[in-house]
Nanobody, 124 residues
Framework: QLVESGGGLVQAGDSLRLSCAAS????????MGWFRQAPGKEREFVAA????????RYADSVEGRFTVSRDNAKNTVYLQMDSLKPEDTAVYYC???????????????????WGQGTQVTVSS
C-alpha cells in the first residue's frame, strides 16, 4: 500500500514536499516513481529513484526544480518541488516499479502499485 501526503495550494515560486509512505517488504528492492495527472490530460512521468537511491531520473519539465529522494529505513519516498509553476498543478501519484533490483523508467505501465494521489495546486 502506498499513501501520499503533502499536497496543497501554493503560489507560483513556492515549494512543497510530497511524501509517500509504503507498507510491505519490497520497498527497498524496487524503483519508486512519481507521476502526475492534470485535468483532461494523461498521467505523466515526473521522477524516479532507484531501489538504493543512487540513481534518479526526471522529466525534462521538472529537471532542476524537483528532487526525488528516499529513506528505506522509513519506507518513504519524497518529492521536493521548488520554483513551482501553475503548469505543475495536478494530482501527484507515487508508484512502485514492477521489477526488483533494476532502475525503472518513465513508462507508467511498468509500475505495479499506485497510491491514491495528492492534489497540488499552484496559483499564478
Amino acid at each position: 500500500q502506498l499513501v501520499e501526503s503533502g499536497g496543497g495550494l501554493v503560489q507560483a515560486g513556492d515549494s512543497l514536499r510530497l511524501s509517500c509512505a509504503a507498507s510491505g517488504g519490497t520497498f527497498s528492492k524496487v524503483t519508486m516513481g512519481w507521476f502526475r495527472q492534470a485535468p483532461g490530460k494523461e498521467r505523466e512521468f515526473v521522477a524516479a529513484i532507484s531501489f538504493g537511491g543512487a540513481t534518479t531520473r526526471y522529466a525534462d519539465s521538472v529537471e532542476g526544480r524537483f528532487t526525488v529522494s528516499r529513506d528505506n529505513a522509513k519506507n518513504t519516498v519524497y518529492l521536493q518541488m521548488d520554483s513551482l509553476k501553475p503548469e505543475d498543478t495536478a494530482v501527484y501519484y507515487c508508484a512502485a516499479y514492477g521489477v526488483r533490483w533494476v532502475m525503472g523508467g518513465p513508462l507508467k505501465s511498468e509500475y505495479d502499485y499506485w497510491g491514491q494521489g495528492t492534489q497540488v495546486t499552484v496559483s499564478s
